[in-house]
C-alpha cells in the first residue's frame, strides 16, 4: 500500500489545470463531496483480488471522478482530515475521526450540496459523528465498504437516516464506484 501523490483525471486539480481556472473557482462548480475513510481499519485486505479496501478505493474514486470530471470534491480522513484537490487521498492510518471529518466539510454545507461518506464505518465517536451529521443542511448519504453484516454497517445507516439521506454498502468497495453513482442519480 503506497501514498500515492498523483492527479486523477477528473479530478478537481486536473479540471483546474484544463479550464486554466482557480482550484477555488472549481471547487464552486462541485456537485459533491466525497468524504473518504483512510483510516487504519481501510488498510485491511478483503477486497477484490485481495487488495486492501483502501486500494479498491482508489480506484473507485479514480472512477467516480473520470465520469463526473471537476464535479466532486475529495476529502480524506483519519485522525485528521485533509482536502484532496488531486482526488487521490494518501492512506493516513490512525484513528477514525469521522465527526472531526464532517466538521472540516461544513464550511461546504451550503444548499444542494451532497455529501457522500465512504467508510467501514467504526468512528472513535459514534455519539459526536452523529451530533455534527444532525447538524447539516445538505443530506449526507452513507456507503459501507466492509465485511457483510459487520457493526460498522448499522452505524452508517443510523447516519444517513440523521442526515437526511440515503445508505448503501458496496461490499469490501467491490462495487464503490457504480453503488455511488447509483445514489447520486436517485
Known amino acids: 500500500m503506497k ?10 486539480a486536473d479540471a483546474a489545470s484544463r479550464d486554466n481556472t482557480s482550484l477555488a473557482e472549481t471547487f464552486l462548480s462541485a456537485d459533491a463531496i466525497i468524504i473518504c475513510d483512510v483510516s487504519g481499519s481501510m488498510g485491511t485486505h478483503d477486497s477484490r483480488d485481495k487488495k486492501s479496501r483502501y486500494d479498491v478505493l482508489l480506484e473507485e474514486l479514480a472512477k ?21 484537490p488531486g482526488g487521490s487521498p494518501p492512506f493516513l492510518g490512525g484513528g477514525t475521526a469521522l465527526a472531526g471529518a464532517l466538521r472540516f466539510a461544513k464550511v461546504a454545507d451550503v444548499a444542494d450540496m451532497q455529501f457522500y461518506i465512504i467508510s467501514d464505518g467504526k468512528p472513535n465517536d459514534e455519539a459526536d459523528a452523529l451530533a455534527v451529521a444532525r447538524d447539516y443542511q445538505g443530506k449526507i448519504h452513507c456507503i459501507y465498504v ?21 445508505f448503501a454498502t458496496a461490499a469490501q468497495v467491490i462495487e464503490l464506484a457504480a453503488t455511488t453513482e447509483r445514489l447520486m442519480l436517485g
Request: glycine fraction near 16%; aromatic fraction near 8%; charged fraction near 20%.
Open 3 to 12: 501514498n500515492k501523490l498523483t492527479v486523477v483525471p477528473g479530478s478537481l
Open 64 to 84: 467516480l471522478q473520470a465520469n463526473k470530471p471537476g464535479k466532486l470534491a475529495v476529502i480524506a480522513f483519519s485522525s485528521w482530515t485533509t482536502f484532496e
Open 146 to 166: 466492509g465485511p457483510e453484516g459487520g457493526s460498522g454497517e448499522k452505524f452508517l445507516e443510523r447516519l444517513s437516516q440523521a442526515a437526511g439521506g440515503k
